[in-house]
């Protein structure tokens, strides 16, 4: 059940996070999840002094993962075109 529901929140945080980055219209829903689950390491990592998955799902969990998200896609969108949008 932990499985599934990191796929379904993964999915959903990196959906927002490419909304806000604009560039939902390039990834489709296998993508969405990986920026999701990896946005969320890179939020533990950076908010949780190193530590992932020390909480339980609320919503400050919630944004961190989101703001590790758009952190993720700002990288790749510097790296792709040479600028973040």
């Not at 945080?13 to 990896?38: K, P």
């Not at 998955?53 to 510097?78: D, E, K, P, Q, R």
Request: proline share 0%; no cysteine; net charge positive.
């Amino acid at each position: 059940m932990g499985l599934i529901l990191w796929l379904v929140i993964g999915g959903v945080i990196g959906w927002l996070a490419s909304i806000i980055m604009r560039t939902d219209a390039q990834q489709g829903i296998l993508l969405n999840i990986v920026v999701g689950i990896v946005g969320a390491f890179i939020g533990g990592l950076i908010f949780s002094g190193g530590s992932i998955n020390n909480t339980s799902l609320n919503l400050y969990s919630f944004l961190v993962s989101l703001l590790g998200a758009v952190i993720l896609l700002a990288i790749v969108n510097l790296f792709r075109r040479g600028s973040v949008r």
